[in-house]
């Protein structure tokens, strides 16, 4: 059974940082691209960043780029977000996913397994 499970939100203040963890229960965790998706009250999920299965590759959205750093540790199963200097709408729910395909997918529909989320609130 796959689980992926997120940890790391959290209160903070425009400007500040926080550190997203998601912990990967998989088989062959290094067969799989790892993302990170946001979906903001009112608001369509929306891809953040991916990274690919050696962690040598990292594609991040717009909105992203310059501020986040998507890593991962094999090692570990864990795959990691870096979000520096947040703003307020980056305030959505985090959520962990997992896709067996290798080109840095970035739509929902291409990520088979997901997980519960963590809430991230950026205060002005």
């Known amino acids: 059974q796959v689980q992926l499970v997120e940890s790391g939100g959290g209160l903070v203040q425009a400007g500040g940082s926080l550190r997203l963890s998601c912990a990967a229960s998989i088989r062959a965790f290094d067969a799989y691209t790892m993302g990170w998706f946001r979906q903001a009250p009112g608001k369509e999920r929306e891809f953040v960043a991916a990274?690919?299965?050696?962690?040598?590759?990292?594609y991040y959205a717009d909105s992203a780029k310059g501020r986040f750093i998507i890593s991962r540790d094999n090692t570990k199963n864990t795959q990691y977000l870096q979000m520096n200097n947040l703003k307020p709408e980056d305030t959505a729910v985090y959520y962990c996913?997992?896709?067996?395909?290798?080109?840095?997918?970035?739509?929902?529909?291409?990520?088979?397994?997901w997980g519960q989320g963590t809430q991230v609130t950026v205060s002005s």
């Open positions: 996913a997992a896709s067996p395909l290798a080109r840095l997918p970035r739509t929902n529909s291409q990520y088979s397994y």
């Open positions: 990274v690919s299965w050696s962690g040598d590759s990292t």
